[in-house]
């Protein structure tokens, strides 16, 4: 016995170990598709929690008469200055916009295609516009650019 083990040594090594290496190959392949698996549930979980939140800030303007000019194409802020109401709803709409920003930023949402498209339709409208004017300068630097250049964007 000896004898055969010693002349098949290099033999049982080889094989028990190929065996670990190919059940570690295994193993590691399944916890990396469980991982991926994971993080695209995590990211759909993400974008329910910010379409959530999305919804009940609009909820706000639609039940509040004070923020009816907000959307408003034409109008005129000579004659009409900003509201501390519409001011803060536009705040709110600048913080959830940044939090959705920074979430893509990290690769913790799905992409959004159109964000670029609807931070143009919104924040060029007169009053997003002049708050936005007003209060860019407390953003991060990054969200503030990516503002400015979807503006810029035709």
Known sequence: MGQWLADNFFN????????????????IRKDAEAR???????????????TA???????????????????????????????????SFIDLVISHTSSVFEALKDDLLTSQEGLRRDVRSFFSLPIPNAVWTKTK???NRNFAAFIDSSLKKS
């Open 137 to 139: 300068l407390l953003q």
């Open 53 to 87: 939140n999305h919804r009940e800030l609009w909820k706000e303007y639609l039940n509040n008469p004070n923020l009816a000019r907000v959307r408003e194409a034409t109008a005129d802020l000579a004659q009409k200055p900003v509201t501390l109401a519409e001011e």
């Open 36 to 50: 991926k698996e994971e993080t695209k549930a995590r990211k759909v979980a993400n974008l329910l929690a910010i």
């Open 12 to 27: 049982i090594v080889t094989t028990v170990c190929g065996t670990g290496l190919w059940f570690t190959a295994f193993s």
